[in-house]
Every structure is written in structure tokens, then in C-alpha cells.
């Protein structure tokens, strides 16, 4: 039997977010536009996902200026990293639960 | 609620398509800086072919030498900011520059070019080459970057060999600028 849906990741942009966060290396960090043209989302909408997760602990949001221009960078936790394994171990466990069926 | 299989399976086509989706995208801001690099070089390599033809000779193995090692550079800081271990890049990116130069040094001693236009046009096709078979795996843009540089080298071959290496600074380094720009703005 399937254990539990992570709801905070299951959520379709966090999906994504998490996803593209997960393909860096630990300590790699990603713009936020180049965050946003990866997930296809806009400003707004990635900004409030992205504090939910980083409320949740699972992304760590650093602001600097790059000269005089402001910069966003987010880095995915350790933490992150083990709730997206666990929920994609959750989605491969309900695929796997299904019974083959004869061809 | 449970979630049924077929929402478990769009969930993983997502992350599978987003992270996919990253790498290309990762590729291209990596792979900017360097065709911008030797779009500068070819710029002024080909230039000095055209302009300065008994200095073409020097002036390439000073550009190549300086391409070979902005491109280390450059290599390196984005490996460098990535995982902050460089070990191996050096070695690797040397064994890359080697295998490339001895590759064209091989096919030169071979087919024997007999003029200059055959000199200057099949690095840039080589090069048009890699791009292309980059492109088949790691994004179109790629293969776009290598397609156009290819077309240009030939129609530059074919309609105006008397001005080729002029040509090719013009619209082979051109080229290389522009799709560097291009994929920087990816």
C-alpha cells in the first residue's frame, strides 16, 4: 500500500519547481528568471509558490545586487531534496500497485 | 483522496519534462559565453586571413591559444560556481582541444586542401558539425547555431571564394555572436 501524497509538492508549479531545483548539483544555485522561464511561470505567481516552499524549508531564497541590478537566487535544501524523493517514490509506488494486466 | 494512476503518472511526466526542460536550458547559459568568444575570434582571425594573408599563420595560433584558454576559464568558473571542485576539468578540456586540433591536422595531411578557402572553411564546417550533433541531443538551439554556420560556409565557398576568409569573419563569426546572444537569452 502507497504511503502518503506530499500535498505541498503535489501542487502542479511546486511540482516543477522542486523538479528543476533538483537537477542542480547541492550547492548550485538558480536565478529566478531563469527559474521562471524553466516552469513557465510568471513573477508573481513563482514568487508565492517559491515562499511556500521555502516556508516549508524545502528552497533557500539569497537576494543580492549584481552592481546595482537586484539579484534572486534559490538553491534547493537537503531537506527539499528528500521530500521530492519520497513523493516521487510515492507517485512510482501507486503506478507500481497496479496489477500488470494480460496482453 | 488517493491519487489515481493516472495522476501519479502525469506528476512524473511533469517532473521528467521540467527537468529535461532544465538541462537544455542550463546548456544553452553555458555554452553562450564560448560562441561569443570564438565568434570574436574567427572575427578577427578570418579578418587578418583577408587583410594580412602572410600574417594569417601567427595570428591564428595566438588566437587559438587565447580562445583555448578563455574557454578553460570560462569552463571552469561555471564548473567552479556549480559544485566548486574543478578536478579533472583541466586535464578534460585539454584532451578536448587536443583530440579536436589533431582531428583537423589529420584530415588536412590526408585530403591535401590546395587553397586557402579549403583551409579556412572546414574547421568552421567541423565546428558546424558538433554544434549540429549537439543540437539532436541537448536542444534545437544547438542544432540551429550548427545548421546556420554550416549553410553559411558552404554558400560563403560557393558564391564568393574570392572574399571567403573576409566572408567567413563577417558572417561565420557573426554567426557564432548572434547564437551565442541567442542562447544567452534563452
Redesign the interface.
Known amino acids: 500500500m502507497?504511503g502518503e501524497?506530499n500535498e505541498l509538492i503535489?501542487q502542479?508549479l511546486r511540482?516543477?519547481i522542486m523538479?528543476?531545483l533538483?537537477?542542480?548539483?547541492?550547492?548550485?544555485a538558480?536565478e529566478f528568471t531563469?527559474l521562471k522561464?524553466?516552469?513557465g511561470a510568471t513573477d508573481g505567481n513563482l514568487g508565492a509558490h517559491l515562499s511556500t516552499l521555502e516556508q516549508a524549508g524545502y528552497v533557500k531564497i539569497e537576494k543580492d545586487f549584481v552592481g546595482k541590478k537586484p539579484r534572486t537566487r534559490v538553491t534547493m535544501t537537503s531537506g527539499g531534496r528528500k521530500a521530492l524523493a519520497q513523493h516521487?517514490a510515492y507517485?512510482?509506488e501507486?503506478?507500481e500497485s497496479?496489477p500488470a494486466t494480460a496482453g | 483522496m488517493p491519487m489515481s494512476t493516472q495522476e501519479a503518472a502525469n506528476a512524473l511526466q511533469d517532473i521528467a519534462r521540467t527537468q529535461q526542460r532544465a538541462s537544455v536550458l542550463r546548456g544553452y547559459e553555458r555554452g553562450a559565453p564560448h560562441l561569443i568568444l570564438w565568434g570574436l575570434i574567427w572575427v578577427l582571425g578570418y579578418g587578418i586571413c583577408d587583410l594580412a594573408p602572410a600574417m594569417a599563420n601567427p595570428a591564428w595560433l595566438v588566437l587559438d591559444v587565447a580562445g583555448m584558454t578563455g574557454s578553460f576559464l570560462i569552463g571552469r568558473a561555471a564548473v567552479s560556481s556549480k559544485s566548486g571542485a574543478t578536478t579533472g576539468y583541466g586535464l578534460r578540456f585539454a584532451a578536448l582541444g587536443i583530440t579536436a586540433l589533431a582531428f583537423i591536422a589529420a584530415t588536412y595531411y590526408i585530403m591535401q586542401p590546395q587553397e586557402s578557402a579549403q583551409f579556412g572553411a572546414y574547421p568552421a564546417l567541423f565546428v558546424a558539425l558538433i554544434y549540429s550533433v549537439i543540437g539532436i541531443w541537448r536542444g534545437s538551439r544547438w542544432a540551429i547555431a550548427g545548421i546556420a554556420l554550416g549553410v553559411c560556409t558552404v554558400a560563403g565557398y560557393a558564391f564568393f571564394k574570392e572574399h571567403f576568409m573576409l566572408w567567413m569573419a563577417v558572417v561565420g563569426g557573426g554567426t557564432l555572436i548572434v547564437t551565442g546572444l541567442w542562447l544567452r537569452r534563452a
Request: aromatic fraction near 0%.
Open positions: 502507497p501524497a503535489h502542479p511540482l516543477k523538479a528543476a533538483n537537477g542542480l548539483s547541492p550547492r548550485e538558480v531563469r522561464s524553466v516552469v516521487v507517485l512510482r501507486i503506478l497496479v
